[in-house]
């Protein structure tokens, strides 16, 4: 299954039906415990996740956030990658990653070309003013122009050439300069474009690891700790967003920075400080706050799905914060996430978008848009990869693969866990983030078992390093979505993708070893895991 997955001979979702057609065959597990182990709460939470996705995009609420956010960081180069980078961070934390990708880069494309149509108009302008004849030049040109147009209709070309002569304007005005490379005037301008559209597959894989929800991974990751850990609660909303929000912010900036210098030059003063706009700027903010206009005043449907969402996010956080009790304590051991999701999601098919009528009603999302949005191939890869891990631990495959791992215990547990993080970045360039967690997790847990580690100072750093998928754009949706504009190619993808790499693995590994480590009590051996002896018992 897992070369399956690496090289997709078949469909992703396919071969994670595997486990039910061959566990049976092999006397492994009955079709009945394999069919059981599909489906678990990841799937509910999943189902209310989408609900609430489905309603932003109906309703763009989505493009409202992002169009905001942009346009309070500024507008010249600098300040506007930043802005595309929050703006995409946060809506990923909510959304999937390829959607938030496939809402924002058109906003991107637009700004994009603006901006380009900007620097031909300033670079003319500055052309004619070097050759003195400023803006009259360019009337007297287009009048020339429409005169040729107007000849050629009537065959008198010669006498059009005939008056340029005689008004000696061939020497003073000049030809424009062929472009830099097609459709970009300037070596300066195809750079931003490159920079610009990176920024946004980066941050949204970056954000999508900020909440449990963000991204299938972190999902995967939570489900496998709640089926193999049942007494482990220290894996909840709120504690995962405490430890990974400082992760999103400092790979944000780092990234921004190390972006910025690769496209944009080392010049942070004129980025973080110019207070006068260039043309490109002002054109640049015209067609920001043209759109954001365009979408009009918020809407009905836009504040109820904002308020959903608040709601959600609120709920989620007071569940079982940790260091006080939450209002999951009134329904000890039943109350998940997944019951959260499911209850707001259910409001979106009962409030009605629009003031109901005798005659028709309609509510803010129906089925149809629902199936639209939800990832039905995500759910059965989710499902085989949990029946995989089940088949493993039954048969014993995983404990026999942790023994032969654990002459990695003689090393520092920071350094085996960074092997793993290196391993896992590598592997998941070329595998499905979502195939590569559902590979590893049952192989690492065992082994942190084997060597007396946490699990967790194990298994959260592999989960959240699955997603530094920056090298190649089929290394995930995102970066293919961003590659198909036509800005990139692959090399730029490579270069810029292994400084996000490594910037990646550090901030996760000063995240361990930091305030991770008494957020979740990760330099002790947990009363949750089982003890395993030397013969691996």
Not at 347 to 359: G, L, S, V, Y
Request: hydrophobic share 50%; glycine share 8%; net charge neutral.
């Amino acid at each position: 299954m897992a070369v399956y997955w690496m090289t997709e001979v078949l469909p992703l979702s396919v071969t994670a039906l595997l486990p039910a057609l061959l566990f049976p065959l092999f006397g492994i597990m009955k079709s009945s415990q394999v069919a059981s182990v599909y489906f678990k709460d990841f799937h509910l939470l999943l189902l209310g996740v989408i609900c609430l996705a489905t309603s932003i995009e109906k309703w763009g609420l989505h493009q409202r956030i992002a169009l905001r956010l942009v346009t309070g960081f500024g507008v010249n180069p600098g300040m506007l990658m930043l802005g595309f980078m929050v703006g995409c961070a946060f809506l990923s934390m909510w959304l999937s990653n390829t959607s938030t990708v496939a809402m924002v880069m058109p906003i991107v494309e637009a700004v994009i070309q603006q901006v380009l149509n900007a620097s031909e108009e300033a670079s003319k302008d500055h052309k004619g003013a070097l050759n003195g004849i400023s803006n009259l030049a360019l009337q007297l040109e287009g009048k020339l122009i429409l005169c040729a147009l107007t000849a050629s209709k009537q065959g008198l070309q010669s006498q059009f050439r005939q008056l340029l002569r005689n008004q000696n304007l061939l020497r003073s005005v000049k030809q424009a300069p062929p472009p830099y490379n097609g459709k970009y005037r300037t070596h300066e301008d195809h750079m931003m474009c490159k920079g610009l559209s990176l920024c946004i597959a980066y941050s949204s894989s970056i954000g999508g690891l900020t909440t449990l929800s963000g991204t299938s991974t972190n999902l995967i990751f939570a489900e496998y700790i709640y089926q193999y850990y049942p007494d482990c609660t220290v894996i909840n909303f709120g504690n995962w967003f405490v430890l990974c929000l400082p992760i999103c912010i400092i790979m944000l900036i780092l990234s921004w920075i190390f972006l910025h210098w690769m496209y944009l030059g080392s010049n942070f003063r004129a980025s973080l400080c110019s207070r006068q706009r260039s043309e490109k700027e002002k054109h640049t903010a015209r067609v920001l706050r043209d759109q954001y206009n365009s979408l009009g005043p918020i809407s009905w449907q836009e504040i109820i799905t904002m308020i959903i969402f608040i709601l959600m996010a609120i709920l989620w956080f007071t569940r079982n914060p940790g260091f006080m009790p939450g209002w999951s304590a009134f329904y000890p051991g039943y109350a998940t996430d997944a019951t959260v999701a499911l209850l707001l999601g259910f409001t979106f098919f009962i409030i009605p978008a629009h003031k109901p009528n005798a005659e028709h009603y309609e509510a803010l999302i129906t089925w149809k848009d629902f199936q639209a949005c939800m990832p039905w191939e995500i759910s059965l890869l989710v499902g085989g990869g949990f029946a995989l891990a089940e088949g493993t631990k039954i048969s014993g495959l995983s404990t026999w693969v942790a023994e032969l791992l654990t002459p990695l215990g003689s090393l520092p547990p920071l350094a085996t866990v960074t092997i793993a993080c290196l391993i896992v970045t590598s592997i998941t360039e070329v595998a499905s983030n979502a195939a590569t967690t559902t590979i590893f997790l049952p192989i690492l847990a065992p082994l942190a078992e084997a060597i007396g580690v946490n699990p967790l100072y194990m298994l959260i750093p592999t989960a959240l390093c699955v997603s530094f998928s920056f090298l190649l754009p089929v290394s995930n949706p995102p970066n293919a979505i961003v590659f198909t504009y036509g800005h990139l190619t692959s090399m730029d993808m490579v270069k810029a993708g292994l400084g996000l790499n490594v910037i990646g693995v550090l901030t996760v590994l000063l995240a361990l070893t930091t305030w991770g480590t008494p957020l979740l009590n990760l330099d002790t051996y947990p009363d949750w895991a089982p003890v395993v002896n030397g013969t691996g018992v």
